[in-house]
C-alpha cells in the first residue's frame, strides 16, 4: 500500500549547523512531495515541495533533493537555528481531479542546540 | 486576512457521545480537507469538500461524517465516540482542490475522549 516513511525519529543539530533530515515513499505516483514544519500546538506548515520529475528544488535556507531510483528524498536546511525547532513531516500528493489528499509520513523531531 | 480557522480549540468527550468540530477557510478558498493526528504521528486524511460536494474520503469509518455550507465553512461530525478518536483535527483550506503548495492548516481541534 501507500506509504511516506521517516527514517529516524528524533535529529539533534548544534545550532548553525545543516541538517539533514530523510524520508522514504512507496508510491511511485506521487505527482508531489511536500516538507512541512510542525510546531507545539499548531499545524502543519508548508516548506518545500518538488514535482516529481525533478530531483531537486532549493528555497530559502532549505534545499529538497528527490531520488527516485531508490525512492528517497530529504530536507537540508542550512544554518539551523533555534527557531527551526519542530517535527518535520514528508507527505506526497497524488492530484487526481476527484479529490485531492496528501499522505503524510511519521514524523521526524528536530531538536536545535545552542 | 484570516486564516484557517477552527474552533473550539479542545474539547472533552466521553465514550458514545457525538462531536462536532467547525473550520472556516481562508477566505476565497473552496476546498476544505480534514485530517486525523494521533499522538507521535503524520496526520491521515478523512475528507476532502470542494464546491459543497465531497470529493474524497480517507479510510475512515461511517461514524465519521462532514459537510460544507455555503459560505465554504465545514463541519466534522464524529457519532458514538471511542477512546481511539482522541486526536488533533486538522482543517486544511485550499483555492480549489489543490495542488501541492496549496494547502492552508489551521491549528486544529485537540479532542479527547475519556
Known amino acids: 500500500g501507500e506509504s511516506v516513511g521517516l527514517h529516524l525519529p528524533t535529529l539533534s543539530v548544534q545550532e548553525g549547523d545543516n541538517s539533514i533530515i530523510n524520508c522514504a515513499y512507496s508510491?511511485?505516483?506521487?505527482?508531489?512531495f511536500i516538507w512541512y514544519k510542525q510546531e507545539s500546538g499548531k499545524g502543519p506548515q508548508f516548506i518545500i515541495d518538488?514535482?516529481?520529475?525533478?530531483d531537486k528544488r532549493q528555497g530559502q535556507r532549505v534545499t529538497v533533493l528527490l531520488n527516485k531510483t531508490v525512492k528517497h528524498l530529504s530536507l537540508q536546511i542550512a544554518a539551523t537555528q533555534p527557531g527551526d525547532s519542530a517535527v518535520y513531516f514528508c507527505?506526497?500528493?497524488?492530484?487526481?481531479?476527484?479529490?485531492?489528499?496528501?499522505?503524510f509520513g511519521t514524523g521526524t523531531q528536530l531538536k536545535v542546540e545552542l | 486576512d484570516a486564516g484557517v480557522t477552527q474552533s473550539p480549540t479542545h474539547l472533552i468527550k466521553t465514550r458514545g457521545q457525538h462531536v462536532t468540530l467547525r473550520c472556516s477557510p481562508i477566505?476565497?478558498?473552496?476546498?476544505v480537507s480534514w485530517y486525523q493526528q494521533v499522538l507521535g504521528q503524520g496526520p491521515q486524511f478523512i475528507f476532502q469538500?470542494?464546491?459543497?460536494?465531497?470529493?474524497g474520503r480517507g479510510n475512515f469509518p461511517d461514524r465519521f461524517s462532514a459537510r460544507q455550507f455555503p459560505n465554504y465553512s465545514s463541519e466534522l461530525n464524529v457519532n458514538a465516540l471511542l477512546l481511539g478518536d482522541s486526536a488533533l483535527y486538522l482543517c486544511?483550506?485550499?483555492?480549489?482542490?489543490?495542488?501541492?503548495?496549496?494547502?492552508?492548516f489551521g491549528s486544529g481541534t485537540r479532542l479527547t475522549v475519556v
Open positions: 486544511a483550506s485550499s483555492l480549489g482542490q489543490g495542488t501541492s503548495e496549496g494547502y492552508t
Open positions: 508510491n511511485s505516483a506521487s505527482d508531489y
Open positions: 518538488i514535482r516529481s520529475n525533478m
Open positions: 507527505a506526497e500528493i497524488r492530484l487526481t481531479g476527484g479529490g485531492n489528499k496528501l499522505t
Open positions: 477566505s476565497g478558498h473552496k476546498s
Open positions: 469538500y470542494y464546491e459543497k460536494e465531497e470529493r
